[in-house]
């Protein structure tokens, strides 16, 4: 998200800042297209894309916007596709969905980047079945000052492909890509919905459907007693030709028209209150439609433009952790209860299993991985501070694209690669907030 208003028009600076409007940062921003390699030459810059990220990791006092780097470049028999890396995904789908493709891994949003995608290794709801979206991609051309323009994959310059997957864009500047896609025959989603009581219900359920492709749950963080960590559990897998009825049997598919968030919300809409009342009407009246499109399914919260302006001027954190599978059931319960404890409340919170990793510095670890939404303030930054402290001692660790406040020891904690990749990078000229944060350069 960019303000409107240049705070400096011989600079161009601006204040910028992503998905969770924290924290708001003065930069000088450059088209991708402009002279930037020679004004900033021997300067430090991130590049950024469509700013989905939540917190500060496309966040520098230069920024090299890429969301004009887009276009598809080809789609092969084989369903791999050639992308520009400020390519997003809603028009990835667009373009292969009527041809029988889709995304192997999506996040929960389609107004992604393919380059941001892949400097955070996105995640999705097969994570557990397939792994992160690095896992199918094919080759990456990356600009370095130093060799220019270079092909990776992980057969090839495979050290820098395995940094640059996760590498939070601190490797260089992705130009484009070439992905795997996943060959589908509808556009809609066989769904399953189940009800849990309690959290220990809510987990047996993922552990019994652990081959189903996708799976997610809503839980309610708020609920105690014999209610405690109740949720639903959402499961997935592409509906076939005989699932739907000859009408709906089309892939051509367009976005859905959208509801919009028109302004910031008072800061004092979202509470305790109102998101206990959120999580109980939730859980009563959710739909339990056995038959889902793509849309809804994988990107529910698309519907709602500006949707984060919800969370007030202030912004929000969006908290990811992963807690490794050994610590099970007890390791989310106590997280949980400490949040209570804490008296910070979460609009939102998802809950997924997450399969094993794959190294370097990506995120997922297998385990139990909770995402939760908290309005910005001091209280709520030194609450979480102890949550992480929590997590870490499980042997977890916190999601960077999302990260907006976590101090640094945590980093080392969490991500014991943190050495060897601050060293490969130290030499480059990409730093962004979050690199200077957490102490990574």
């Known amino acids: 998200m960019v303000a409107s208003e240049f705070l400096d028009p011989v600079l161009r600076a601006m204040l910028v800042s992503n998905w969770g409007n924290y924290p708001k940062v003065e930069a000088e921003v450059k088209a991708s297209s402009e002279s930037w390699k020679r004004d900033w030459k021997d300067m430090e810059f991130i590049a950024r894309g469509l700013g989905r990220s939540y917190g500060d990791a496309s966040l520098f006092k230069r920024i090299l916007n890429m969301d004009s780097e887009e276009g598809i470049m080809d789609l092969s028999e084989e369903g791999i596709i050639h992308v520009r890396s400020g390519t997003s995904l809603l028009e990835i789908i667009q373009y292969s969905l009527p041809k029988g493709y889709f ?3 999506t996040p929960g949003t389609k107004y992604v980047t393919v380059g941001g995608m892949i400097a955070a290794d996105v995640h999705g709801k097969n994570h557990h079945i397939d792994g992160t979206i690095s896992n199918f991609v094919e080759e990456i051309e990356i600009w370095t000052p130093e060799k220019g323009v270079v092909l990776c994959s992980a057969d090839e310059n495979s050290e820098l492909f395995n940094w640059t997957c996760g590498g939070m864009g601190l490797t260089g500047i992705i130009m484009s ?17 189940l009800k849990s ?9 993922f552990e019994s459907h652990e ?10 963080s708020l609920a105690s007693g014999s209610n405690f960590g109740r949720g639903i559990l959402y499961l997935g897998e592409h509906a076939s030709e005989d699932h739907v009825a000859e009408k709906m049997r089309g892939l051509n598919w367009s976005p859905r028209k959208k509801l919009n968030v028109p302004f910031h919300a008072p800061s004092f809409l979202l509470n305790s209150f109102s998101n206990r009342v959120f999580n109980q009407l939730y859980y009563s009246f959710s739909s339990e439609r056995s038959l889902v499109d793509l849309d809804s399914f994988f990107y529910p919260l698309d519907k709602i433009l500006n949707w984060n302006r919800a969370y ?17 059931v007890q390791g989310v319960e106590r997280v949980l209860r400490k949040l209570q404890k804490e008296g910070i409340s979460s609009f939102l919170t998802v809950l997924k299993k997450l399969g094993r990793g794959r190294g370097y510095m990506s995120f997922p670890i297998e385990g139990y991985t909770l995402a939760l939404d908290f309005p910005v303030s001091q209280s709520a ?27 640094a020891d945590y980093l080392r904690v969490g991500y014991p690669e943190h050495v060897a990749f601050s060293s490969f990078i130290q030499h480059l000229p990409f730093n962004s907030n979050l690199a200077q944060r957490l102490k990574i350069k």
Do not use: C
Not at 197 to 205: E, G, K, P, T, Y
């Open 312 to 328: 007030g001027k202030r912004g929000f954190f969006q908290y990811q952790f992963v807690i490794p599978s050994q610590s099970g």
């Open 381 to 407: 930054k030194r609450k979480l501070n102890n949550v992480d402290k929590m997590v870490h001692e499980m042997g977890g660790r916190v999601y960077l694209a999302k990260d907006a406040r976590m101090e």
């Open 103 to 105: 995304l192997p891994v």
């Open 177 to 193: 890509a070439k992905i795997r896609l996943k060959r589908i025959r509808t556009k809609w989603i066989k769904q399953q919905v």
């Open 211 to 220: 081959n189903s492709t996708y799976s997610v749950a809503w839980l309610d």
């Open 197 to 205: 009581r309690s959290l220990n219900q809510l987990l047996d359920l």
